[in-house]
């Protein structure tokens, strides 16, 4: 079996890219969860959803904006964890 070296520039955007997807992807899945669950009976405040849109919490228009709004700043939040990550490891802890 071959292996393959990365060099630390190809790495570093490979984790860049990571952090970024993941963090989107995190917050996309939570978003559509909170809007599922506004469904339900259960008593709850939805501030989630609040954080994206200013639509009514269970209407189509809510989980479209709110979807979009979340996968960019879960983005977001998962590129600056990336920068952060890679800071921290640089000063060794």
């Not at 997807?21 to 939570?30: C, Q, S, W, Y």
Request: hydrophobic content about 55%.
């Amino acid at each position: 079996m071959a292996s393959t070296s990365i060099d630390g520039r190809t790495a570093t955007k490979s984790q860049l890219l990571h952090f970024t997807v993941v963090g989107a992807l995190v917050f996309g899945i939570i978003f559509v969860g909170c809007w599922l669950f506004a469904f339900t009976p259960v008593n709850a405040t939805h501030a989630f959803i609040a954080l994206f849109t200013t639509a009514e919490t269970t209407s189509q228009i809510a989980l479209v904006e709110g979807l979009c709004w979340s996968l960019v700043f879960g983005a977001w939040a998962g590129f600056v964890t990336a920068v952060v990550n890679k800071i921290v490891a640089r000063v060794g802890l």
